[in-house]
């Protein structure tokens, strides 16, 4: 069962359209909201009139931030900065300010224009240069932290500006590395603002009734949200239910708190179930990527040594900080690289802008990071006259290595995965004219401390049920996680039955996200399979005679050497009327002395090749091959790896070409698919390889780690890498458009010079 590309166990109900997702769920009363966003970046609310609003047709309520029924109007993971609805400052535009409840969507649809805000409009600082300008408008006075989690508990905001965190580290004598040089290269890459874009767009349905509260979410963090909603209602956990249908996409725009508790303040208003579904415009003016601007400045000796490196990363935040300040310092924790240099020093800054919020994003922070520090490798690897290859493998570090003094030391073999991938694009083979090739390598540490738990009920008949809270996004975790009870049980997979997740009743789970699923969760699970199967063997030792250490599960039933019993038989001879058997099992996380407040489970890696030919008269970039790595330690299900990074690989290839979301003067000007580009099968490479990479070196079951993000980080790096070697041009600011790659052709002819 373990290695087999078995088949998704969503299958059936997907293809035949059974799958109920958020948008299928109808809860009997239901009525709807709809949100009047504000059409102005940066302003003081002087006055709302929602009296016409009020009287149309089908309105049940209009509310502003004043009226909702809450102990708590903010909420956030790290501050408390976001209201509800905007609370007397809108801070930008498509902010929320006033929410409609009708009978149908059309008639609260219909009964926005007829709300009236009166505004006046201040500063906007929709960039970072204007919000870390001398004198800029400060967008947040003081900040309440939100203490969710435990690397956060000493947010480091800069008083009077709009630096909400600041990170710092630093390592060796930085001043002593650069004197000790040959070369120093310094260098700014910049990363725009990217939108998620997943099919399905944000949805909630609320019910409040003298129980509590049961909220419908398409929600990646179902014990996070739960937490937040009971502290922001005044209620205990244990009354407040979460359910989370299927999800249609994510990729971390669904992480935290986003609409539920607006729609439950709505719903205990009227006291009827409400659903808020957002469209995909309003998604655009809800979340988005982190922009970032890095400034990277490396010393290294001339037979290639790595001696210093010096990294100022600025991350444009948004109006609200949401998960920023985590993103922050997660991400520039790993800004370095995965190098052995003894000097470092990393400064990381979140700001406040008057723009979307930034979430978490497939990555982290990292694929931002990545982009610099992985095209600066090879421009250096340029100056000195070396092979990039062999550069870094000169300063990777090996396995057993230390990262970060108190980490998780690095555990898988980075030379081992660049050599693959350089032999799987033919990095030695000669190129034709206006071809080249380029290599990227990275390193993201996953959530840590982390905690999951989970339960596995082996019912009278011998089939069996896993109780987990992990959210199915399409990332296939239902399916591996069945895998490994089937496999620790002996039963076939269609004998195993995952339930859905309904918080409240299912076990405890800290996140889907991070790529951390099939690890850490499977953990837990294989633990709660296992438990069952040491019930399962002492009972047969019981029933068959002897010791259960001499004893096998097999096919449905346990095998002894004096005969076996299939597992309805053993369960009806142990419990006589029925019963069934319960296992549990949790993974909790070592905090360690991790400057992060957790060691890493594990080191989630990437590595990529590319090979591209560009169009000098055009710019036009094509990507020919594309190898990814993916250290997968053991692949559960190899073609759900395969999967996954080719997934990922397609959305590197999205920011690294087109997608940018494009601001003037704090108004977002591509809110649509029709303006706003996403990858689409004709931009796959005409050769793609993933290679899995299987040394079972993993900490997760049967020696597995996660590969849910490591495919889309070294994307645009090793295109760029690639695109330097095909004409001699080097990109530091993405997308890479055939605009801004032809400027750059024409900016190095001698016609320009």
Known sequence: MIGTAAKRVDTPEKATGRARFISDVIVPGMVHAKLWRSPVPHARIIAIDTSRARKAPGVIAVLAAKDLPVKDLYYGPAFKDQPLLADGVIRHAGEPVVAIVAETIAQADAALPLVAVEWHELPVVDSLDAAVAPGAPVLHERARPAVHFRDLTSLKPIAGTNVCHQYSYARGD???????????????FTFPMVHHYSLEPHCAIARVDPTGITVWASTQHPFPVRKEVAEMFGLPLARVQVIVPYLGGAYGNKSYTKIEPLT?????????????????????????????????????????????????????????????????????????????????RIQAYGVYTNTVVSVAFRGYGVPQLTWAYESQMDVIAERLGLDPLE???????????????????????????LRKAAAAIGW?????????????????????????????????????TLLTATVEIGQGARTTLSQIVAQELALPLDRVRIARPEIGMSPYDQATSA????????LAVLRAARDVRDQLLAIGARQLGGDATAMTLHDGAIVAPAGRCRYAEALAAHFGTGGELIGRGTYRGERGHAPLGGEAPFWEVGMAAAEVEVDEDTGRVKLLRYVSIADVGKAINPRECEAQEEGAAMMGIGHTFFEQMVYEGGQLLNPSLIDYRVPVMGDLPDEYRSVLVENGDGPGPYGAK????????????????????????RITDLPMTPERVWRAIQASSPRFA
């Open 391 to 417: 550069l870094r493998l000169k300063n990777v570090l090996a396995r057993g290595e230390v990262f970060i003094e108190g980490d998780r030391p690095v555990d898988c073999d980075y030379a081992g995965g």
């Open 706 to 729: 996660g590969i849910g993000e490591s495919g889309l980080i070294p994307t645009a790096p090793a295109v760029a890498n690639a695109i330097a070697r095909a004409v001699g041009v």
């Open 428 to 464: 030695t083979e000669p190129t034709p004219p206006r071809r080249g090739r380029g290599l990227a390598c990275t390193i993201k540490a996953p959530l840590a401390p982390s905690v999951s738990s989970a339960m596995v009920r082996l019912h009278a008949d011998g089939s069996a």
């Open 515 to 522: 790529s951390r699923s099939t690890t850490l969760m499977g």
């Open 264 to 344: 439950i303040a709505l719903a205990s208003h009227v006291r009827r179930p409400v659903r808020l579904a957002l469209t995909v415009e309003e998604g655009f003016k809800t979340v988005r990527r982190a922009a970032v601007r890095y400034r990277l400045k490396t010393g290294v000796r001339r037979d290639g040594t790595l001696v210093a490196r010096d990294c100022e990363i600025y991350y444009q935040l948004g109006a609200y900080a949401d998960v920023g300040p985590r993103v922050v310092q997660k991400s520039a924790y790993t800004a370095a690289g995965p190098y052995r240099i003894p000097n470092v």
């Open 174 to 188: 930085l001043d002593r590395g650069f004197a000790e040089a040959d070369l120093v290269v310094e260098q700014t």
